[in-house]
């Protein structure tokens, strides 16, 4: 008990220097609180761990501090990839809410580059595709993507951060993976 209270206790007597510490990286006070208090989970999550002692870390603190840094660096990487793949799919929304304002040549070109999109959602691995229509098409969360799956956050972030990339590198380049 007391070992629980010795980490509380160190949690919260750095907890507003955390919060001050990952406010400029996220950029927003409130996600640096939501940070600090993700960190302090996972700082209490690997002490009650078997085997675990508290004294097998030598600073706590400088460890509370790099488990800040690390979630707050992972936080703004995912916030930035998220807004990337929202104004692309607003892009798409537009489209269909103007079908009026469309000429026929445009037309043409978008249909082309959804069979291209279509084409490379197709060569994806399995996973990448599994991941990237579960999170595209079927609005799931990468948490959700990762439960399905049975792979970590991260890697289901990667899946369908690669599917992305690729999906969007074979719709700019008609060309691509054509003899010539």
């Not at 980490?7 to 406010?23: E, G, P, V, W």
């Not at 006070?29 to 675990?52: C, H, I, K, N, S």
Request: aromatic letters at 6%; one cysteine or more; glycine letters at 6%.
């Amino acid at each position: 008990m007391k070992q629980n209270a010795s980490k509380l206790n160190l949690f919260l007597a750095h907890r507003r220097s955390l919060i001050d510490y990952a406010t400029p990286i996220v950029g927003d006070r409130a996600d640096a609180e939501d940070v600090v208090q993700e960190a302090w989970l996972r700082f209490e999550d690997m002490l009650a761990r078997p085997g675990a002692a508290p004294d097998t870390i030598r600073q706590p603190a400088g460890y509370l501090y790099r488990i800040v840094r690390n979630l707050a660096v992972d936080w703004t990487r995912r916030l930035a990839t998220e807004r990337r793949h929202h104004q692309a799919s607003g892009t798409l929304d537009q489209l269909a809410d103007q079908p009026d304002r469309i000429s026929p040549e445009a037309t043409a070109l978008h249909r082309d580059t959804l069979r291209r999109v279509a084409m490379a959602v197709a060569q994806l691995p399995e996973r990448n595709r599994i991941a990237f229509e579960m999170h595209r098409f079927g609005g799931h969360t990468f948490q959700e993507i990762a439960d399905h799956l049975g792979i970590s956050l991260g890697h289901a972030h990667g899946l369908v951060r690669d599917a992305v990339s690729y999906c969007a590198a074979q719709s700019r380049h008609p060309t691509h993976g054509k003899k010539t």
